[in-house]
């Protein structure tokens, strides 16, 4: 069984702060994608990585995915309130199949 | 364009009934997927349609769960019948192509509480 572990689990920070956030897994997935999720909304998806070491920019996030395609990060410059949520790490072991997702980083961002 | 709808969004039923869920997948998707969230664990798959056809049911708990397409368009998920641990949020996603380089919309989701 594929898993994927996230961290920090919950993170409360000020608005302007920077943050970085993991997830983790011991298998390796053909592409890993990020997603936000808001109270009573579903996932909403952020960015998709599929080449080891690649990494992605959308505005203030920057996403990584790990040279050997296990584990990915997700950065956040100078974060406000708006950036607030849920976020969520799916990966999916081939072209066609099913996502495994982590249980989420809650993410609290005061003004 | 309008997005994944799901329909109830909300269900409070008793064990031992049946709840019967309903997903409109993104207009041209061919493919439709149903997930779920346990209090406190993460989403889990549940199957995958591409058109009617089942392309993957192995998440699928038991028997008590049947997922339908009819005519490669909206899906029904039943559950019959229900029980305590079947609580939880029933996520329903589609996208035009398969997973690998392809946006996947996810539904808001229907919350299921079975008392």
């Known amino acids: 069984t594929q898993l994927l572990e996230q961290s920090p689990q919950f993170l409360s920070i000020q608005e302007g702060e920077n943050l970085t956030v993991y997830c983790n897994s011991s298998s390796v997935f053909s592409s890993l994608q990020w997603y936000r999720q808001e109270p009573g909304e579903g996932p909403v998806l952020l960015v998709t990585v599929v080449t080891g070491g690649e990494v992605k920019k959308l505005k203030r996030l920057t996403f990584q995915f790990g040279d050997a395609r296990k584990d990915s990060s997700l950065h956040i410059t100078a974060a406000q309130p708006g950036d607030t949520g849920l976020y969520l790490c799916?990966?999916?072991?081939?072209?066609?199949?099913?996502?495994?997702f982590g249980k989420g980083i809650t993410l609290s961002v005061r003004p | 364009e309008a997005g994944v709808t799901q329909f109830p969004s909300h269900s409070v039923i008793e064990k031992g009934q049946t709840v019967t869920l309903r997903c409109d997948p993104i207009s041209g998707h061919d493919n439709l997927y149903w997930y779920r969230r346990v209090m406190g664990k993460e989403i889990k798959f549940l199957l995958h349609?591409?058109?009617?056809?089942?392309?993957?049911e192995s998440g699928m708990p038991n028997n008590r769960f049947l997922a339908e397409r009819t005519g490669g368009t909206y899906s029904t998920l039943k559950v019959q019948p229900a029980e305590l641990e079947d609580s939880g949020v029933y996520f329903c996603a589609s996208s035009q192509r398969g997973t690998l380089g392809n946006t996947i919309y996810f539904g808001e989701g229907s919350w299921l509480t079975v008392v």
């Open positions: 349609f591409v058109k009617e056809s089942k392309q993957d």
């Open positions: 799916a990966g999916a072991p081939g072209a066609n199949s099913k996502l495994t």
